[in-house]
């Protein structure tokens, strides 16, 4: 059974504080994609990025960045001096090549306060 | 024009009252889904179809019945509302692996 763990409900830091959003899947198939998307207030949901299973490296897009470690099966998520605007509801998905449904995975997200 | 489209944004709607939601995209997919959000449970998928004539239940299809009228329509009913269902639902497509997903932006439902 596929599954992803997002084990952080709630955050809360300080604006300028570095903080890592965890993500933890669970699949046997060797084909697969990790996704991240942000759901600020107003409740839309906002594509962050795609890992196919294949592709280790690191990524990083300005105050974010994303280490994926197939070892430990971990997707995790860090934004670098964070802002008030950063303050969302983060999720993190799982998606199968190949699969049945084709659908999204979702972890239960993680809430992340930015106080100024 | 969004890639996907839903029908209404708010609804606010009555104990045993039938409702749709509408959902429509642009992207030219053939799958498409019905999600519903509670907070603290993440996104749960009710409904799934792979093209017109292909419609699968999902998690947490109990309540709930849809239509895929085309392509590029998939709606998501209520038979009969009651409070529990009130969330957030999201339509969404994505191409045949699974490599991309469009969500719509969201219908607030609340069932009263």
């Known amino acids: 059974a596929q599954k992803v763990t997002q084990a952080q409900t709630e955050i809360s830091v300080v604006e300028k504080e570095d903080v890592t959003l965890d993500c933890v899947y669970e699949t046997r198939d060797t084909t697969y994609y990790l996704f991240w998307y942000k759901q600020p207030p107003s409740g839309e949901l906002v594509f962050l990025i795609r890992?196919?299973?294949?592709?280790?490296q690191n990524e990083i897009s300005g105050r974010y960045s994303w280490n994926f470690q197939k070892s430990t099966s971990s997707f995790n998520f860090t934004i670098t001096a964070s802002q008030v605007v950063d303050s969302a509801v983060y999720f993190c998905?799982?998606?199968?090549?190949?699969?049945?449904?084709?659908?999204?995975?979702f972890g239960k997200g993680t809430k992340l306060s930015v106080k100024p | 024009d969004a890639d996907v489209t839903q029908t209404p944004r708010n609804r606010i709607t009555k104990t045993g009252k039938r409702i749709m939601l509408e959902c429509s995209q642009t992207k030219g997919h053939d799958r498409m889904y019905w999600y519903r959000q509670d907070p603290g449970l993440g996104l749960r998928l009710i409904y799934y179809?792979?093209?017109?004539?292909?419609?699968n239940k999902g998690e947490i299809s109990d309540g709930y019945s849809v239509s895929r009228q085309a392509q590029a329509k998939f709606s998501l009913s209520l038979e009969s509302a009651i409070p529990n269902q009130t969330a957030l639902y999201f339509c969404?497509?994505?191409?045949?692996?699974?490599?991309?997903?469009?969500f719509g932006q969201g219908t607030r439902l609340t069932v009263v």
């Open positions: 179809s792979f093209d017109v004539k292909d419609i």
């Open positions: 890992r196919n299973s294949f592709d280790e």
């Open positions: 998905a799982l998606s199968l090549r190949g699969g049945s449904q084709g659908n999204l995975i």
């Open positions: 969404a497509t994505s191409d045949l692996f699974g490599t991309e997903a469009f």
